[in-house]
T-cell receptor, first 113, second 110 residues
């Protein structure tokens, strides 16, 4: 099955700086790559996603890039704010895997005011 | 529009006891999922249901059973709880690959 690896496991940045989280995947058939934000005591919330026919997608301060050849994708958060502090998860899925989603192990982001 | 709801929020069981975790969604989604979340391991899929009347095993199905009661409800049952099933359980529904998660059930098995 698919194997998704996520780095780093923890990340601290100063408010206003950028944060980058990276994920790699193993199954070349994967074609959907979502990112989730999980705040303490809550369920994961979808914040941005990218499909394999697109190389980059941006939504205000958040962007995701995808390199299909290298099988990796990254989350970029610019102008970080304290409310960006949370655990972020990447995932991969495809119809090939029968609707199954495979998650990375998470990155705990702390934005220092 | 409540989204995905889960009950209970917290539960403590003794080894060997049984219980059912309830999940409901009001978004008319066909697909629903059960995950468990353990420290340092991300979310792992237990079971999923692509539509009413169908269920399939995920990555870690042993020790669990599920029922897709109707389009809205998808329950997870532990027949004989074990300490290894101590975890946070999340239900999700999905449309066009976009998953929406419930708030979770924190289960402790002693």
């Amino acid at each position: 099955g698919e194997n998704v690896e996520q780095h780093p496991s923890t990340l601290s940045v100063q408010e206003g700086d950028s944060a980058v989280i990276k994920c790699t995947y193993s199954d070349s058939a994967s074609n959907y790559f979502p990112w989730y934000k999980q705040e303490l005591g809550k369920g994961p919330q979808l914040i941005i996603d990218i499909r394999s026919n697109v190389g980059e997608k941006k939504d205000q301060r958040i962007a995701v890039t995808l390199n299909k050849t290298a099988k990796h994708f990254s989350l970029h958060i610019t102008e970080t704010q304290p409310e960006d502090s949370a655990v972020y998860f990447c995932a991969a899925s495809s119809a090939h895997t029968g609707n199954q989603f495979y998650f990375g192990t998470g990155t705990s982001l702390t934005v220092i005011p | 529009n409540a989204g995905v709801t889960q009950t209970p929020k917290f539960q403590v069981l003794k080894t060997g006891q049984s219980m059912t975790l309830q999940c409901a969604q009001d978004m008319n989604h066909n697909s629903m999922y059960w995950y468990r979340q353990d420290p340092g391991m991300g979310l792992r899929l237990i079971y999923y249901s692509a539509s009413e009347g169908t269920t399939d095993k995920g990555e870690v199905p042993n020790g669990y059973n599920v029922s897709r009661l109707n389009k809205r409800e998808f329950s997870l049952r532990l027949e004989s709880a074990a300490p290894s099933q101590t975890s946070v359980y999340f239900c999700a529904s999905e449309v066009a690959y976009e998953q929406y998660f419930g708030p979770g059930t924190r289960l402790t098995v002693t």
